[in-house]
Structure formats: structure tokens, C-alpha cells
């Protein structure tokens, strides 16, 4: 007998259907798995096996073949467990012929429990799009499922095999799952308050202007300036994730195997600090599976890499093509996968090796040419990218123990929803799709954006031949001012809009510093 039924694989960010074919014929009794199954996919056979066995049903002592199509796209993971043991069910006769509509997914346990698998939403939305009404999946994996449903799609939450046979058969329904509320407003609470960071108030500023416009910041200072501080606040002040970046941003997770199980769509801005030793495929992403790296998981939040000269120079250079482009493409010989990456990059460092470089009270002991060399671990390309560029001065005591608080994340935040609001009722127009803020404006988009006043130009002028800026540089100067007008209500770019943006420029602090 020949059974067939629906199931899902992942590929990249993407899901895509899968049939899952199976025939028992006479012969002697064998299981055969083909359709390019990788080592997770060919031992699903014993794991099926088993739970046929221990769920009550019979094995059949026959030849079975378990074709997975389409054959020229490689399977991966445990995904296929329960659609394998399904279609042999069906194909020996103890499980009527199951519709077309209805897809499976879920990893068996021995004794037919199901277990969580990663990548749910991305192939519940592919089942979705391809018009599936059922979707059985595992239980801790139905909250996310769900949102791919809506009314169309019904996914159905089951805990065993044992349980979805019951269902299909009219024995026992399931009750199907209901999307969880959606409201990434809550996440602020657990955010930390921008009140607790005293003093630096060119450092404060400086993060209203790249949660306003979506730009990237290094942060110079001594040990004990508040750089992290600062970073682990940003979050708290950026826009709530819209619907679409929440879907998004959960397809990451979900793939990566890090989303919480029973969780819906992620609702709070990703904030991920990895350690300076990490190499630069789990920055980037890949491995056998494609995995996305930290570059991936921070999009729609903030990616903070603290003591960036610590970084290998390999694992800095990864950053160019996301911080430029706002996706990563992932090559193996296996195949390639493309990942978002719209993150915004926060690095912290330190003037010197021994930190104390140019500090008012502790002596440096860094050699000019240690501390030149420090420095220049972080190439120019890199720093060329990065927007915002802070030097910290040490806290003094008053600061410290000042009467009057500082400015709390709810205020700070009202400043950037005024600015992003306006960036969001300017880029509504034609001919800016994708763009979302300043930052994320292309080359030709900047010259119809921002435009200055004459004073304003002439200033430009006189920095680009002066500093030796960079094309790239001039766009990114005027990204920055474009963010400053936008806080302050202006809608030409005027003089104090450019000296502000100047005065962060990375590159070319760096290099008047020796």
C-alpha cells in the first residue's frame, strides 16, 4: 500500500513542503529512508520504530521505502518523525488516508512522546502560505505556530503520537491553539533605567541620537565610565518591535533553537554581548546546518561588543558586509543561506591596553607606539562604519552623588518616538520601501533627504577636504545630522545639525588622537 502526507523542511529562513511518501511491499522486511536525508533525518527509522512498538500499533514485517521529495533538496534535523510514523501507519492499513490539507511536524521519543523541534514558525508560515488547514505540531512548539495561523490555519498542539492518531481518527480532538497577545510595549519594564547612569552627558546624547536614527556607536573610556552601562540601556529606548520585525526576529531565534518553548513571538528588542573570544563563524553564522550567528540573532536589536580591540581581526572583519548591506550570506560547499542582520552595532574599548590613556589621575603605562598599536586592531573600513564615536571622561565625585537625578529611559524615549515618527510619516512615501530609519538610508536616498542650508553646505565642504572623509563617511555625516534635525523639529539640515554630527566622527578621533 502506498500512503503520502505533508510535512515541512527548513531552508535558510525559509520553510518549504515536503511529501512524505511511503510504500510497504512484499519482500523481505527492511525500512529504506531515501530523499536525502542527513544522519538526524536516517535515524528517525529507529526512533519510529520504536515508538510504533510502544504506542500499541504493529510494525509491518514487510519491505518499507520512505521517500522524502523533493529528493534534490537536502533534509535536516528530527522534524520528520511524526510524519514518518504517520505515513507508515497509513501505508499498512491502520490509519485511514490522510488529507491533503493537513501537515505534520514534531521528533518522537522512544515510548511516542513528541519532542520541541527549532525552526517552527518559518515552516508553519511556509504551511500557511501553501493553504494547509491542520497543523499538528509538538505542544511547547504551538504557541509559535500559532501566529502563523490566523483564521486560516488551525494548529493543533499535541504531547504524543498517541494523541494526534486519537484526532485524526474522530476519538479524541484536540482543541486547537490560540495566538498570544502581542504587545512589545511590556518589554520596557524589564529594560534598566537610563537614571542609574550618572553624569556623560555626551554619551547620553549621543545614544538618543543612534536609538532615534538607528546608528551605530563606539564608546572610548576608562574602566568605570559606564560604556556598558550605556549599552545594556539602549534597548530601553528604542521603538517597540513592530509585527512584522517581531515575525522576524522569532524565525531567527526559532531556528537557532534559542526561543523559550511555549513562547509566542518575541515582543522585546534582541540585546546580544557576545564574549571577545568569539570566532568569527559564530559571529557570522553557518556550520553544517546554517545556524544564524550573533549577527543574525541581534537583528531589530542591539549587537554590543565590549573590549573591541580584544576581538580577533578575522572576527571584526565579519562585520563589514552586515553592517553595510543588513543581511549576511551564509556559503558552505553544502549550500548557502542569507540571514538578516539589521542590528545596530554598540562597541565599547578602552584608550589603551592598560585603559588609562589621557586620564586625569591615573597614570598610563602604554608606550605611544602600544597604545598606536591597540588602537589600530580595529581597521578603518570598520570604524568608517560606525556612526557615532564617544570618548568618555572619567565620573567625578559631585556627579556621582548629584542632588537631581538624571534623565530616566521613559524621557529619553519620548525624544526618540517624536523623531522616529516623523521619520516613519516621511519614508511612507514611494521610493523608500525597506527603510524604516536615517540609518537604513542608501546613497541616492541621502541626497533627496538631506538637504542643508547654504551655511550647512559649505561647512560639509570644508570638513570633507580638511578631514580627507571618505564618500561613505559624507553619507553617514549626513545620516547622523539628518537624526539631529529630526530631535530637534528641523526639517533642513542647519549648521549646529552638522557640527553635532561631526564631532562624532570614529575615524578621524582616532587619528588626530596621536
Known amino acids: 500500500m502506498y500512503s503520502v502526507l505533508k510535512s515541512y523542511g527548513l531552508n535558510g529562513l525559509n520553510g518549504f513542503a515536503v511529501a512524505v511518501e511511503a510504500d510497504v511491499s512484499g519482500g523481505l522486511p527492511a525500512f529504506s529512508l531515501v530523499g536525502l536525508p542527513d544522519s538526524a533525518v536516517r535515524e528517525s527509522g529507529d526512533r519510529v520504530r520504536a515508538a510504533v512498538k510502544n504506542l500499541g500499533f504493529k510494525w509491518p514485517d514487510r519491505h518499507i521505502t520512505v521517500n ?148 551605530n556607536v563606539l564608546l572610548i573610556g576608562a574602566p568605570g565610565t559606564g560604556k556598558s552601562m550605556l549599552a545594556k540601556r539602549l534597548p530601553g529606548i528604542l521603538p517597540p518591535l513592530s ?99 539589521r542590528f545596530q552595532l554598540v562597541a565599547a574599548m578602552n584608550p589603551c591596553k592598560c585603559g588609562y590613556y589621557g586620564h586625569p589621575t591615573h597614570p598610563c603605562t602604554c608606550s605611544p607606539s602600544a597604545v598606536r598599536q591597540y588602537r589600530s586592531r580595529v581597521s578603518g573600513p570598520l570604524l568608517d562604519r560606525i556612526d557615532l564615536c564617544v570618548e568618555m571622561d572619567p565620573i567625578a565625585f559631585d556627579e556621582l552623588h548629584a542632588a537631581s537625578p538624571s534623565e530616566s529611559s521613559a524621557a529619553l524615549r519620548q525624544q526618540v518616538l517624536r523623531a522616529r515618527q516623523v521619520q516613519a510619516k516621511r519614508y511612507a512615501a514611494p521610493g523608500y520601501e525597506g527603510v524604516r530609519c536615517n540609518a537604513q538610508l542608501t546613497a541616492g536616498q541621502v541626497r533627496r533627504v538631506c538637504r542643508m542650508t547654504p551655511g550647512a553646505e559649505q561647512l560639509l565642504r570644508t570638513s570633507y577636504d580638511t578631514l580627507g572623509l571618505s564618500a561613505r563617511a559624507h553619507d553617514r555625516i549626513l545620516r547622523v545630522a539628518r537624526t539631529v534635525a529630526d530631535l530637534a523639529g528641523k526639517a533642513l539640515l542647519d549648521e549646529d545639525a552638522l557640527l553635532e554630527a561631526l564631532q562624532y566622527r570614529a575615524q578621524e578621533k582616532a587619528e588626530l588622537t596621536f
Request: charged content about 20%; hydrophobic content about 45%.
Open 68 to 215: 522524502l521529495a523533493p529528493a534534490d533538496v537536502r533534509k535536516t534535523g528530527p522534524v520528520y518523525d511524526l510524519p514518518l510514523l504517520l505515513a507508515v501507519l497509513a501505508s499498512s492499513g491502520q490509519l485511514e488516508e490522510l488529507p491533503a490539507d493537513t501537515a505534520f511536524l514534531g521528533e518522537l521519543a522512544l515510548d511516542g512522546a513528541l519532542r520541541p523541534v527549532s525552526g517552527v514558525l518559518p515552516m508553519a508560515l511556509a504551511a500557511a502560505a501553501d493553504g494547509i488547514k491542520a497543523l499538528y505540531v509538538p505542544a511547547e512548539n504551538a504557541a509559535e505556530a500559532a501566529e502563523a495561523g490566523g483564521a486560516a490555519m488551525k494548529v493543533y498542539p499535541a504531547r504524543t503520537a498517541r494523541e494526534v492518531v486519537d484526532a485524526l481518527r474522530g476519538v479524541a480532538p484536540i482543541v486547537p491553539t490560540v495566538p498570544l497577545p502581542f504587545d512589545p510595549a511590556d518589554s520596557w519594564n524589564s529594560a534598566p533605567d537610563f537614571a542609574d547612569v550618572m553624569g556623560q552627558p555626551l554619551a547620553r546624547r549621543a545614544m538618543v541620537i543612534a536609538a532615534a536614527g538607528g546608528h
Open 243 to 341: 509585527r512584522d520585525e517581531a515575525v522576524e526576529t522569532t524565525k531567527i531565534y526559532s531556528i537557532a533553537g534559542q526561543l523559550p518553548k511555549g513562547r509566542g513571538l518575541i515582543t522585546s528588542r534582541p540585546f546580544r554581548s557576545p564574549h571577545h573570544s568569539a570566532s568569527a563563524v559564530s559571529l557570522a553564522g553557518g556550520g553544517a546546518t546554517f545556524r544564524p550567528g550573533e549577527c543574525s540573532l541581534a537583528d531589530c536589536g542591539v549587537l554590543f561588543l565590549d573590549e573591541l580591540p580584544e576581538f580577533s581581526r578575522e572576527s571584526l572583519e565579519v562585520l563589514r558586509q552586515p553592517l553595510e548591506d543588513g543581511q549576511i550570506t551564509v556559503s558552505r560547499a553544502a549550500g548557502s543561506a542569507t540571514y538578516p542582520s
